[in-house]
């Protein structure tokens, strides 16, 4: 255990054990693994590609990312949010790098905001199924946590041959405008530039916005020439029929007309500049001067397998994210498979709720990590009761492989103890911040804020596996699923023949442990590195900080 619940955290680590195998056999297997992740995201950054990019160039237009580089404040970081979307997605279309559209949280003058740029190098900016998604959740962190959101539109509009997924469901595209108007009612300020094509549907986007600026060469129609003189007869060109001068002088539908991109990031700039600062939430208001770890984040790769194969005490994470490295343990005799306490990250407050991965002896009977056991539930659930009455954040650290089974555990009520915890993370009014270490498991994803809950924010490691449960038991159950299949249909298969379909099966289903795979489907908000987890998590509440609202706390019926 790392130093007494009420003092700062001392680390176990000593000097000569970063030259042992194991912290360097751990190191070792997190170099590939952080090659590979980044070498993925340099290629998600490329959209459409070179061809794309220098078409872009030729019309006179910046890319979505020269376009973001260009407003943010000097100096300052873009922390992309959902970069893997689309990952390995709708490959018979050539692919949808990032979704076709980049989303992330920005410095302008000062200020927070939540840019959402089409992508227009990947097919012309068009709404793949995904892309609609990435946009609602990009609206939805923006809503939730009062984040000002900045649309730049360049966009042609849905991607027809998928059009059955994209338009109709309660999550697809018309989703984007609801929420525009739900934020517009909330007061939450949003500014539209559209600065390339905005068609059909999509055209209420930026009209549904605060303030719209429109370069010249922009077109913004709900039907295009060539369907207008499909539907009606009428022949007309882009500039007559949706042209930025058009739209400024005779429509009026466009407060700011701007002769090309640079000139309208400039005028947005001057914009937000007359926004008067947020309202911050209370338990941001007391802010202290945040302070480094007294421990290298660096440490983390020695100290933790990226393949979750050797125990760790979490107590050393902790120690490496929090300022400090101060730690209040809460319960710490008690329910030692969870360990929850209260810290500062940033100079904020948070109480942090984490799984313990070290094999823990206790009164006669051994408990594994990660495994959440009845008193570490109900430990658990007290401690989100009690964050709630202080009004600070939470920040759940999951690498959990599930709720504890057998007969002991089912007779010491860990369903009804595990509902409680459920109930408790569910009715939580106070932020939640979600970092996925290891493994999210069944249930135990659900207990610790996993994505159904409503994370404001849900980050994981490279070294994340996200499923109901891990390959090796899933291959297990499906090898008897299938074999049984084959007997029905009088096949039975050799030893050989067993070991290769086993193979399979488990190759086939550890492809979507990869966190890539859950970060495509946006069950992710991103995937972070560990050394750069602190500034994320600092950025995180950063924006969560942003809405001074708190709802009344229930739990309706609790389980005792």
Not at 4 to 24: A, C, D, H, I, N
Not at 38 to 43: H, V, W
Not at 172 to 182: E, H, P, Q, S, V
Not at 504 to 525: C, F, M, N, Q, S
Request: proline share 6%; glycine share 10%.
């Amino acid at each position: 255990m790392l130093g007494q619940p009420t003092s700062r955290l001392e680390s176990k680590l000593r000097p000569e054990e970063r030259e042992g195998p194991v912290y360097k056999a751990n190191k070792d297997a997190w170099v590939a693994l952080v090659r590979d992740f980044r070498e993925s995201l340099e290629k998600v950054r490329q959209g459409g590609g070179p061809k794309a990019v220098e078409r872009q160039h030729k019309r006179g237009r910046l890319t979505a990312r020269e376009r973001i580089a260009r407003l943010l404040d000097p100096g300052t970081e873009f922390y992309e949010l959902m970069a893997f979307a689309g990952w390995g997605m709708y490959e018979e279309w050539g692919g949808a790098p990032a979704g076709g559209v980049i989303t992330g949280l920005g410095q302008i003058q000062g200020q927070t905001w939540m840019i959402i740029a089409n992508d227009a190098t990947v097919k012309a900016g068009a709404f793949f199924p995904i892309t609609a998604k990435k946009v609602i959740r990009a609206q939805t962190m923006a809503l939730e946590n009062r984040i000002p959101t900045l649309y730049l539109v360049d966009s042609a509009g849905v991607f027809l041959p998928l059009q059955d997924e994209v338009f109709p469901d309660q999550d697809d595209f018309g989703r984007i405008f609801y929420l525009n108007a739900r934020m517009s009612a909330l007061g939450i300020p949003q500014i539209s530039a559209i600065m390339g094509n905005c068609v059909a549907g999509g055209a209420y986007l930026p009209v549904m916005t605060d303030v719209l600026i429109m370069t010249e060469g922009s077109g913004l129609y709900l039907a295009g020439p060539a369907l207008v003189k499909a539907a009606i007869g009428q022949e007309v060109n882009s500039e007559e029929l949706g042209g930025a001068r058009m739209h400024f002088e005779v429509s009026g539908t466009v407060d700011f007309y701007e002769p090309n991109d640079e000139a309208a990031i400039e005028r947005i700039r001057q914009l937000i500049a007359l926004y008067p600062p947020p309202r911050l939430a209370p338990w941001a208001e007391g802010r202290k001067e945040p302070r480094e770890p007294l421990y290298p984040a660096e440490d983390l790769y020695g100290l933790i397998a990226p393949d979750g194969s050797r125990p760790y005490d979490l107590r050393e994470v902790i120690a490496r994210l929090v300022d400090g490295s101060e730690f209040l343990e809460y319960k710490g005799g008690y329910g030692e498979t969870l360990v929850t306490g209260f810290a500062r990250i940033g100079g904020f407050p948070v109480g942090i709720v984490g799984n313990q991965r070290l094999i823990l002896k206790k009164k006669g009977r051994i408990e594994v990590g990660g495994v959440i056991y009845a008193e570490a539930a109900d430990k658990a659930a007290r401690f989100i009761l009690e964050v709630n009455q202080m009004n600070i954040p939470l920040l759940f650290l999951q690498d959990v492989t599930g709720f504890m089974v057998g007969k002991e555990s089912e007779q010491a009520g860990i369903i009804r103890r595990g509902a409680k915890l459920v109930n408790a993370v569910s009715n939580s009014v106070v932020p939640k911040i979600t970092l996925i270490l290891g493994g999210s498991f069944g249930a135990g994803n659900y207990a610790l804020a996993g994505k159904a809950y409503a994370p404001r924010f849900i980050f994981a490691w490279p070294s994340a596996k996200y499923a109901v449960m891990g390959g090796a038991q899933a291959a297990k159950t499906l090898l008897e699923l299938e074999v049984e299949k084959l007997r029905r249909e009088g096949k039975e298969p050799s030893d050989e023949e067993l070991k290769e379909l086993y193979e399979r099966i488990k190759g086939r289903y550890e492809e979507t442990l990869d966190p890539r795979y859950a970060a495509a489907r946006l069950w992710v908000d991103g995937i972070l590195l560990p050394h750069e987890t602190r500034k994320w998590l600092i950025r995180a509440l950063e924006a969560c900080a942003l809405n001074p609202e708190r709802e009344p706390f229930r739990t309706g019926v609790f389980q005792v």
